[in-house]
């Protein structure tokens, strides 16, 4: 539950009490996806694509579907489309 919400922003498999903790030490914006969990998605992937010596246009291709693929699973809320749209510009 915990690891769905820290990846995908999905806290309904979270306990209340988890919840809760998680408000009063003021760490809930971590449980939020945000433009920079789509650039930390992007930049490992990037790096899992290019230490396997794939050339640069095909793992900058792969690169801009996953990370359309990330901010689609995770409702592409708005700081996720600008993060996804900002990246395949970027690629």
């Known amino acids: ?17 988890e919840n809760e903790q998680f408000l009063k030490t ?11 969990h789509v ?11 290019r230490a396997g010596w794939l050339p640069r246009p095909i793992a900058l291709t792969g690169v801009a579907a996953v990370t359309g693929a990330y901010a689609l699973i995770t409702d592409a809320g708005a700081p996720v489309t ?10």
């Open 39 to 49: 650039g930390m998605v992007a930049a490992a992937f990037f790096l899992l694509l």
């Open 82 to 91: 600008r993060a996804a749209i900002l990246v395949a510009l970027a690629c």
């Open 1 to 17: 539950g915990l690891a769905a919400a820290l990846v995908l922003g999905d806290r309904e498999q979270l306990t209340s009490e």
């Open 26 to 36: 003021g760490t809930v914006h971590i449980l939020s996806i945000s433009g920079l």
